[in-house]
Structure formats: structure tokens, C-alpha cells
């Protein structure tokens, strides 16, 4: 068989990074005075390309290339797709809503197609040092895109503390990646895998792991490390935070599996107490912060962290002897989905209501939202019950499947607290609901109808079909989370494990 050129690996990745250098490369020929809205649907194409490329790898063997530093699989291919299909949507859904002469609208869409080829490449690498590349060109076409509305002084607010927190959770996982290098001699996830168990220095591990849960749970937003969210959420254009609330997280998701059921299975005494804490204090301080707001924008924030608690609850599933899970690697991969689907369809119809401006920002501007909108408003109670967990929704299987895996590993009290969480976000999910069903007041200035256009048409399509398929047939994306699961290599049983002297230059 002819092995696999190492270009195809990468296909995605390469197809994103031309789609926007060819963005910019025309924004900066056309004149100025000439409408940059094209550029997003060209952007939009290439992704779809992307997307496509992404499928058609399926048909490759799986393996690595780059000398061992990026990885074809179920698993990669499985977050390939979902991210491009993220991004996809929130381009959509930025063509319609940003200002016609808007600034810098082609590096605008050039950022969004470059932070792509980041979250790609940060779900495809096996080598911590592609990691962090790939972590720092997400990281920083997401810091731009947080402060886009630079006439707000919301916009550079938020900027600055997404820049600057996570520039500091960046270096955690940095230092972590040397600690492992010095305990280890590699930073080849597959290498440290078989080597961390033998190593001399098992500190050096311990400390590597805790500075690396550090910096990956900082990208997910998950308490105590959760403090930047609200704040970036208020203050970044609304697709963006349709695009940052959702796509950085499943490749920041990714990168977590892949760490502590590829790279430390052997330490899952140490790290699933302590994911099992982090999930408690996600949903519980997520809940409760989430009902004293009235800023929509910052309310979705703070559910986002408690959905982020959810989601870790399914790493408490049951393992083998190990440390690997394959129920809870696909429990997880299939919330990460679900939440996917339905965080970035309520942003669409968020930045639909609320203009660009955000002129209506509070809860009881959304006030009957049903009587002047009815289509909107209809989305949004669809995609709030969702976030509930309402049956026949890709929210109820999402959390089925994540509290089910936590009581197959006996976590029970970890999946009650789920569902009394469940029941708490409920309440401001559903105050949200009977804002929009009310009549207006008698003395509420009535804003414009909304203008749908076509592309966020599509984008509101893609989003509540993708919610319905999750919560109707969730059997076909099971499959695939599962597939991407038993992909997902296992270190051998530590009586295989191969001692290899470590290299060192002279």
C-alpha cells in the first residue's frame, strides 16, 4: 500500500490557511470604498471545502505524519468537522450582521479562517509542541476578534483581559510541557504515554499534569478559572462569541481527552478527583452567578461555564485497567456536539434581537419579543429548552449521556448534583422564555423587526437542524463519538510497556 502523502494529514489546515490569505490578499487589492461582505462568503466557501476535506479523510489510513507530529483518525476527523461546522455558522451568521462599511471587515473573516486552522490542528497533533502552536494561533485570532468593536469601550476591555488571562494560562501549559520534557526526554504525547510511568522523577509528572489541566481548563472556561468569561462575553461582537463560546472549546476538549486518557491514563487517581471537583464547581457557581443577571449576553456566559461542568462529569466514567475510557470519551465528545449545536443557534438569534450596536442587551428588552418577531422568538424558547435538557433535544442526550457515564463509574453523587444544577439553570433559562411570551408593556418604545437576511438564515438552519437531529436520531453521532473514542490509542498495559533509554545530546 502507498503510504499516505503527509500533505493529506493536514488537508483541512491547508485549505483554511489558502482560503484566508486569499481573503486578505483581495481585501487589501479592491478599493476601499468597495462593500467587503463577499469576502465573508468566499471565507464561508472555504470552509465548507474544509469541511469536505475533513469527510473525505476518512478514506485515508489512519496514522501520523510530519515524523510523528500530527495524527489522521476517527477522533481528529470527528472534531475537523464539528469546528468547521462551527465556524461555518458563525460566518454566516457575521455576513448579515456586520455594518456594511464596518472597519477591517476582510481581516475580520481572515482571523475567523485562521483561528480555524488552530482549532484543526490543536485536535489533529500528537506532539506538545504543535500543541502549543496551534493553541497560540487560536488563541490570538481570538483575542483580536474580542475587541473588533473598538468605538465601545467594552470591546478593548475585553481584549485586553482575554489577552492577558490567557497569557498566563498559555505559560501554565508551557511550563508543563518543559516539566514533562525533563521528566520524560520527548514531548511526543505517544512517547510520554509509555515513558511517564517509568519515569525517575514521578514529581516532575505530577507537577507537569496539574500546570497542564491548568492551562487547558482556562480555555474551557471552567471554574475556578472562569473569572475572563462573563466579561469577553459582554464585550466581544455577538458572532464572535457565537464562534469563541463554542469552537475554541471543543478543541480545547479535545486536547484535554487526548491528555488525560492518551498521556496520563496511569495517573487517573490523581486527575479524576480533581476534574470531579472542578465539574462541581463549574455547574454550581456557573448556575447560581448565571440567575442574578440581567445582561443576556453575560447570563449565557455563566451557563456556559456550568455546561462546561456538565461535560466533565463524563470523564468520571468507569475505565479499564488502564485508565482509558472509551464511554466517556464518547460521552463527552458527543456534549461537546450538542452544546455546539444550540450555544451558537441562541447567539444567532441574541445578535439578531440585539443588533450589532447591542442596543437590547437586557433580559426585559427581549420583552414580547413573540408579538413583534415571532420566528426569532419561537428559536429562541426552542434553543433555551434545549439548554435545559428538554426531551427530543440535543441537550437531554448530551446530558443523558455525560450523567450516565459518570454513574457507570460511580460517581452517583457527582450525577445528582448534575441534575440538581439542571434544575437551577431551568429557572433563568425559562425566565428568559416568559420575557419573550409577555406583551409588551404599555409605555416600551417598540424596537425594529429584526432583518433576516439569507446567510443567517442558513446559519439559524444549520444550528436548530443540527439541535433536532441530536435530540430525534442521536444514534449516527454516537457512533461517530464512538468511533472517535476507540481511536483514540490507549497506552499498552504497563506490563508491555517498553523501557526506552532516553537520548540526550552530548
Not at 462599511?101 to 481572515?110: F, N
Not at 485570532?141 to 468605538?151: D, F, V
Request: hydrophobic share 55%; net charge neutral.
Amino acid at each position: 500500500m502507498n503510504p499516505v502523502p503527509d500533505i493529506y494529514r493536514i488537508l483541512p489546515e491547508v485549505i483554511l490557511t489558502l482560503t484566508g490569505a486569499a481573503v486578505m490578499v483581495i481585501d487589501a487589492s479592491i478599493p476601499p470604498s468597495w462593500s467587503r461582505r463577499y469576502l465573508g462568503f468566499l471565507a464561508a466557501i472555504g470552509t465548507t471545502i474544509a469541511l469536505w476535506a475533513s469527510v473525505g479523510q476518512l478514506a485515508f489510513p489512519e496514522g501520523t505524519g510530519f515524523f510523528g507530529t500530527v495524527e489522521t483518525s476517527t477522533f481528529t476527523i470527528f472534531f475537523h468537522v464539528l469546528i468547521c461546522g462551527i465556524v461555518l455558522v458563525a460566518l454566516l451568521l457575521s455576513i448579515d450582521t456586520l455594518p456594511q462599511h464596518s472597519h477591517h471587515q476582510g481581516e475580520y473573516y481572515a482571523l475567523i479562517v485562521f483561528g480555524a486552522v488552530g482549532m484543526c490542528l490543536l485536535t489533529s497533533a500528537v506532539e506538545l509542541l504543535v500543541v502549543f502552536i496551534a493553541l497560540e494561533i487560536s488563541s490570538i485570532s481570538t483575542y483580536i476578534l474580542a475587541g473588533y468593536r473598538k468605538q465601545t469601550g467594552r470591546g478593548p476591555e475585553a481584549a485586553i483581559k482575554y489577552f492577558l488571562l490567557g497569557s498566563f494560562a498559555t505559560a501554565f501549559l508551557l511550563y508543563g510541557i518543559a516539566l514533562i520534557f525533563g521528566a520524560t526526554g520527548t514531548t511526543q504525547i505517544y512517547q510520554i504515554a509509555q515513558l511517564a510511568p517509568v519515569a525517575q522523577n514521578q514529581t516532575l509528572v505530577l507537577a507537569a499534569l496539574a500546570l497542564m489541566l491548568v492551562g487547558i481548563l482556562f480555555k474551557v472556561s471552567a471554574a475556578p478559572f472562569h473569572v475572563w468569561t462573563p466579561d469577553v462575553y459582554e464585550g466581544a461582537p455577538s458572532p464572535v462569541v457565537a464562534l469563541m463560546s463554542t469552537a475554541p472549546k471543543a478543541a480545547a476538549f479535545a486536547l484535554l481527552l487526548r491528555v488525560v486518557y492518551e498521556m496520563f491514563p496511569n495517573l487517573r487517581s490523581i486527575w479524576a478527583p480533581l476534574l470531579w471537583i472542578v465539574a462541581v464547581l463549574s455547574m454550581t457557581v456557573g448556575n447560581l452567578a448565571a440567575l442574578r443577571q440581567q445582561n443576556v449576553k453575560r447570563m449565557l456566559a455563566y451557563s456556559a461555564i456550568a455546561h462546561a461542568g456538565y461535560l466533565l462529569a463524563a470523564f468520571a466514567a468507569a475505565s479499564d485497567a488502564r485508565g482509558f475510557s472509551e464511554t466517556g470519551i464518547a460521552a463527552a465528545s458527543f456534549y461537546i456536539a450538542a452544546y455546539a449545536a444550540m450555544n451558537v443557534g441562541i447567539f444567532a438569534v441574541v445578535t439578531l434581537v440585539g443588533g450589532y450596536d447591542e442596543h437590547l442587551s437586557l433580559i426585559d428588552d427581549f420583552r414580547g419579543l413573540m408579538y413583534r418577531s415571532p420566528f426569532l422568538a419561537s428559536l429562541l424558547i426552542f434553543f433555551l429548552i434545549s439548554l435545559i435538557g428538554i426531551p427530543f433535544t440535543g441537550g437531554f442526550f448530551g446530558k443523558f449521556y455525560s450523567f450516565s457515564a459518570a454513574v457507570d463509574g460511580g460517581a452517583i453523587a457527582l450525577a445528582i448534583i448534575g441534575l440538581l444544577n439542571s434544575g437551577l439553570a431551568a429557572a433563568y433559562y425559562l425566565r428568559l422564555a416568559l420575557v419573550c411570551a409577555q406583551r409588551p408593556a404599555a409605555d416600551q418604545t417598540v424596537p425594529p423587526k429584526p432583518h433576516v437576511g439569507i446567510a443567517v438564515t442558513a446559519a439559524l438552519a444549520i444550528a436548530v437542524l443540527a439541535t433536532i437531529v441530536l435530540g430525534i436520531r442521536p444514534n449516527a453521532w454516537l457512533y461517530a463519538a464512538q468511533s472517535a473514542a476507540h481511536t483514540l490509542q490507549a497506552p499498552p498495559p504497563p506490563g508491555e510497556v517498553p523501557v526506552v533509554p532516553l537520548q540526550f545530546p552530548q
